[in-house]
């Protein structure tokens, strides 16, 4: 049962323009979201976090839109650089879990910019 | 700061050995350690979760006795995979926090760079 999903396993951009990677959740618990960036060979590290009670959250380059109503978020990157080639995961987590804080991932979308 | 390690970063092992997988926090105390394991094109499925000086927790359809996590101080926990089969090929990754420092936010969850297990 995969309670969150990212659709798109791969993508490719423009260098400059606009990337966005969605990600879908089913657990109406989750409330609050991270996106993690992946190098081969490397952990995952953070990126950005929203929590449910904002719909948008931006840290230079990139924004994290949420959509509670339909269970979506998306990140959006922009301009995009060849630097942000990687694999992205989409993770989220519960307050419910206070103090054991789980984090269910996504698949993975690897982004490749196109110089 | 906030360095997470992993030994070793890959593993080709017989069937039916014990493999032991190490997770250190460098340059912090880990008070939780999570054990994640991802299969190709799979995301990252959490085994369990290890608090220091305390029995692991595990995830639901993860055995145990299979795979034993010790977390006996606060900057290394160990992952050992007993008689393992090929079914056990995966990359396994460790994350790390200090739930003190960390103030209940998520993000510092910092991830090692995982151990890629083959078992022929």
């Known amino acids: 049962d995969q309670q969150v999903k990212q659709n798109s396993p791969s993508l490719s951009v423009q260098e400059g323009r606009i990337s966005i990677l969605n990600c879908d959740y089913t657990n109406s618990m989750f409330d609050y979201f991270l996106w993690y960036k992946k190098y081969p060979a490397e952990g995952p590290t953070f990126l950005i976090s929203?929590?449910?009670?904002?719909d948008k959250n931006e840290d230079g380059r990139f924004t994290v839109f949420l959509n509670k109503s339909a269970k979506h978020l998306s990140l959006h990157i922009v301009p995009s650089q060849p630097g942000d080639s990687a694999v992205y995961f989409c993770a989220a987590s519960s307050i419910y879990n206070f103090g054991n804080e789980k984090l269910t991932f996504g698949t993975g979308t690897r982004l490749t910019i196109i110089p | 700061g906030a360095v997470v390690s992993q030994h070793p970063s890959r593993v080709i092992c017989k069937s039916g050995t014990s493999v032991k997988i190490e997770c250190r926090s460098l340059?912090?105390?880990?008070?939780?350690m999570f054990w994640y394991r991802q299969f190709p094109k799979q995301s990252l499925m959490l085994m369990a979760t290890s608090n220091e000086g305390s029995k692991a927790t595990y995830e639901q359809g993860v055995e145990k006795d299979k795979f034993l996590i010790n977390h006996a101080s606060l900057t290394l926990s160990t992952l050992t995979v007993t008689s393992a089969h090929p079914e056990d090929s995966s990359f396994y990754i460790c994350?790390?926090?200090?739930?003190?420092?960390?103030?209940?936010?998520?993000?510092?969850?910092?991830f090692g760079p995982g151990t890629r297990l083959l078992v022929l």
């Open positions: 994350s790390a926090r200090d739930w003190w420092q960390a103030g209940g936010k998520q993000e510092t969850q910092y």
């Open positions: 340059d912090f105390q880990a008070t939780t």
């Open positions: 929203i929590s449910s009670i904002k």
